[in-house]
């Protein structure tokens, strides 16, 4: 195993050598030089690397990697045990995924695809061409886990084991007194006694049932933001990032994610259902069958109703700019498309 690293700066040509002749990558030579740029963020430490080598290296050998240093230790358990799964899936390859429960130390060296890929810019939100390959690709990756029998197997216990939904649903319970109170004047009784009626609601029996059934259901990426997709510049697919909040759950979660809680309410209303329906026509072309539209739209409206928490559990652990924008675009959709008729 490799020895563990800390720091960027530790990342040297002698442990990159070790690294990728351990993952089978670098069958002889070494690397003779890194150069680096890194960055903090809000759990990890990031950082393109870039690579030269001895001239007896295999001319295909990775001239850029991207290492992250900490963050959750799910996100390296996804690439050891449920990414090599899908080899030829929308995921980067991944030369080394290690976490030190011990240290609670993180390590992930990964494809750098920066040169040819982009993220959605953070303030606008993507355009319909790119919100359908961001739909293509979540239809690939739901459609290869559907009703998978490792669901009901080993990634099925690792998946209670982390237990995010009801993590997501704990929090959000025991942090909403201090949102009220945070929020004052800012929510409205009727949008505070509605929050207070999905809470007590939760989880519904309805989605248990098919938790609990494995019919339907898929593995999801979790937190399917516009920037967890990076897309092509020019030709080529669509990747999923940062896989650390992968669970069991309805297909739609993903999707309900990108639309409810990125897009303001005028344009979701026009764009959602086209959306949509591209997403499950793809879920056809991908095989999958008996998953009928009037399922994909409940699912899809079921999901809405769980995403009204997130504002709320992102409020117990950022700051409001993290969050505030999404608070009215998903209260917005949750009362457009009827979500609170689910709870009869």
Not at 81 to 110: F, H, K, N, V, W
Request: with cysteine; charged share 20%; glycine share 4%.
């Amino acid at each position: 195993m490799n020895h563990l690293i800390t720091s960027v700066m530790q990342a040297t040509p002698e442990w990159l050598t070790d690294t990728l002749h351990t993952a089978g990558i670098l069958s002889q030579g070494e690397v003779l030089q890194v150069e680096s740029d890194a960055s903090e963020r809000s759990a990890a430490t990031t950082a393109h690397l870039s690579l030269s080598y001895s001239p007896d290296a295999p001319a295909d050998a990775p001239r850029k990697l991207f290492l992250k240093l900490g963050g959750r230790p799910t996100e390296s358990l996804f690439h050891r045990e449920i990414a090599p799964m899908m080899p030829d899936g929308p995921l980067l390859r991944c030369y080394l995924a290690q976490y030190d429960a011990p240290s609670d130390t993180q390590i992930l060296l990964l494809q750098d695809i920066s040169e040819t890929h982009y993220a959605a810019p953070e303030i606008v939100s993507p355009t319909h061409a790119e919100c359908e390959r961001m739909m293509a690709t979540a239809a690939e990756f739901h459609a290869f886990w559907w009703e998978h029998s490792r669901l009901s197997g080993d990634i099925g216990e690792q998946n209670a084991q982390i237990g995010n939904d009801a993590f997501i649903l704990r929090r959000t319970q025991e942090t909403f007194p201090r949102f009220v109170d945070f929020m004052g004047e800012r929510l409205s009784a009727k949008r505070r006694q509605l929050y207070e009626k999905v809470l007590s609601s939760m989880p519904l029996p309805m989605l248990t049932e098919r938790l609990n059934s494995r019919q339907q259901i898929t593995l999801i990426h979790g937190d399917s933001h516009a920037q967890n997709y990076m897309l092509p510049r020019d030709a080529g697919r669509v990747y999923l990032i940062d896989c650390a909040d992968w669970r069991i759950q309805i297909p739609m979660a993903d999707i309900a994610f990108l639309i409810t809680l990125e897009f303001y309410p005028e344009l979701r209303r026009r764009i959602e259902k086209p959306l949509v329906e591209y997403y499950h026509e793809r879920l056809l072309e991908h095989g999958i069958q008996g998953y009928t539209w009037d399922q994909c739209w409940l699912d899809y409206r079921l999901a809405t109703f769980q995403g009204l928490l997130m504002p709320i559990f992102w409020y117990s652990w950022s700051p409001p700019k993290f969050w505030w924008h999404s608070l009215e675009k998903v209260i917005n959709a949750f009362e457009d498309l009827y979500c609170e008729e689910l709870l009869s």
